[in-house]
């Protein structure tokens, strides 16, 4: 069996077996390819399995593997950081966006969306440690993006997607570094949980967060996307 074969079996049984741990049932949890920096053939492997999602960061990139694949049946997904020159590209060919992190570039997907597309899938990127150095709007600006994104025809506003910070993803040995980690999933969960109340949160059902290295973590505390990449790829080019 090819590599990538075994490697995503592996990765649907974690899981599976967090969302047992978790007492949720697995059908609830979507795996996303992460493929950037990977080859169109390593897509078309990963496919040949049974993964329908996958998730770019780069735009030429993913254009080009996008023109490679036509024939396939992929659901696309943009969670790199957008450029605002960027988004006429990214709202012609991408299903799902899970990077919003202002509304001029949430108006700018809108307005751009083709009439012929369904409304463009889209979550709000959240900065859920306060990096200065990361995208992502801080809690307090969830809920004022998410009104100006419901009054969009264009889009869909799905959820909330966050990438705790690598800080806590690296030690996790002690204690104390556990449960910054752990603390992170969890204020996304409340908020997430905060925005759903909303009379105007409609779809609103996508919690997106987990990576390789904190599939089960974020499983746990209510991940519908998780996002990987390393650990079905392998190390990227
Ligand atoms: C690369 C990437 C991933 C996947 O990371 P891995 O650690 O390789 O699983 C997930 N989300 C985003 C936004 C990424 O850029």
């Known amino acids: 069996m090819h590599k990538i074969t075994d490697k995503l079996t592996q990765v649907r049984h974690a899981i599976q077996q967090a969302a047992e741990r978790a007492n949720r049932n697995s059908n609830e949890i979507t795996l996303l390819a992460a493929s950037k920096k ?3 053939q390593s897509i078309a492997t990963a ?3 049974g993964q329908y999602d ?5 735009l030429q990139e993913a254009l080009d593997k996008q023109q490679a694949l036509r024939d396939l049946d992929i659901c696309w997904h943009f969670i790199g950081p957008i450029q605002s020159n960027k988004t ?3 709202t012609e060919n991408f299903s799902w966006v899970h990077s919003i992190d202002r509304e ?8 751009q969306r083709p009439d012929n597309l369904p409304p463009l899938n889209v979550c709000i990127q959240v900065n859920i440690d306060r990096e ?8 307090e600006n969830i809920l004022p993006l998410a009104q100006k994104i419901w009054s969009m025809p264009k889009l869909t506003l799905r959820g909330l997607m966050a990438i705790p910070a690598k800080q806590s993803l690296d030690i996790q040995t002690t204690e104390n570094h556990k449960t910054a980690h752990e603390s992170a ?18 779809n609103f059902d996508t919690l997106s967060m987990g990576m390789s290295n904190d599939l089960s973590e974020a499983i746990e505390y209510g991940a519908t996307i998780v996002r990987i990449g390393t650990h079905i790829f392998g190390k990227r080019l």
């Not at 996958?54 to 780069?58: A, R, T, V």
């Not at 001029?104 to 307005?111: I, M, Y």
């Open 132 to 139: 200065a150095s990361k995208s992502g709007v801080y809690a």
């Open 54 to 58: 996958f998730g770019e960061n780069y």
């Open 47 to 49: 496919y040949a399995a």
């Open 104 to 111: 001029k570039v949430a108006q700018r997907l809108n307005d």
């Open 88 to 90: 006429r590209s990214i």
């Open 38 to 40: 990977q080859s169109a």
């Open 185 to 202: 999933f969890l204020t996304i969960q409340r908020e997430f949980e905060r925005i759903k109340l909303q009379k105007q949160a409609v």
